[in-house]
Structure formats: C-alpha cells, structure tokens
C-alpha cells in the first residue's frame, strides 16, 4: 500500500511539472473597428537620402514623422552638411536633359514646405545652408 501511493504521489508530481513546460496558448488579437479605421488613411514613404555623400534609406510612416525628418535634414545643413533628399530608390538616368529649380530662403519652415513640394512633385531637393547671408539655399533638380 506504501510503496502504490509512493508511486501515485510520484506520479502526480511529474504530471503538474510537465504541465508547466507545456507552452501557453495565447489568444489572437482582434482589433476593433475603432482602430483598424484609424491607421487605414497613414501615408507611408520610402525616401533615399545623402549626407556628405553617404547614401541613406528610410522609410517613414505618416505626415508628422515626414515634416519631422524633412526638418531633422534642414538642420544638418543647418550644421553644414550638403543633404540631398528623393522618393523611391533614387536612382537617375543618364544623359538626360535636367530641369533645375532653386530656391533660397532664411525661414526653416518655408524652406519644409517647399521642399515637401518639391520632392512629392518627383524631384530630388539638395539643401544646403549659407551661414554667411543666414538662408537656405534648396535646389530641386528632375532628371
């Protein structure tokens, strides 16, 4: 009789310990309406970039984190850095006639705007910051 509960309690110890290395099932996620309609209208852009020449890559997701890197890139040419920002994969073609736009202002968030115009009109915008006269200068160029 000993030696069967022995056996028993032994038993039902490994039972309730292997349960526990059991893995735990979790339930799915279910979004509500309320949410799934919220990030329904989100842009999402993927833009190519160069900082003195090293190329970049990001992609951004929505109009504030867009505003924000296109400031975040106006004050490293603010620091002195040539930044230059496109669309897509910033490839070009060559040998193909270029149409140059520039323009030149000391107001942060006139030089933003005109280069978010620019850059959704298919253009790639080089920034650059003269320290002498206090202006950017942004010159969009088409290939």
Known sequence: MRKQFRTVAIMALLASLSAGCQKER?????ESEAIGYGFANVTKRTVC???DGVNYQVTLTGDAAWNDFLRSMLDMAEHG??????AGN???QQGVAKEVVTYTTANKDD????CDNMINNGYAVTMIYDSENGVFICTAERK
């Open 26 to 30: 979790v339930a799915p996620v279910i």
């Open 49 to 51: 970039y160069t900082v």
């Open 81 to 86: 850095c040539t930044v230059t920002v496109s």
């Open 90 to 92: 910033g490839t070009t």
């Open 111 to 114: 030089a933003v705007a005109w």
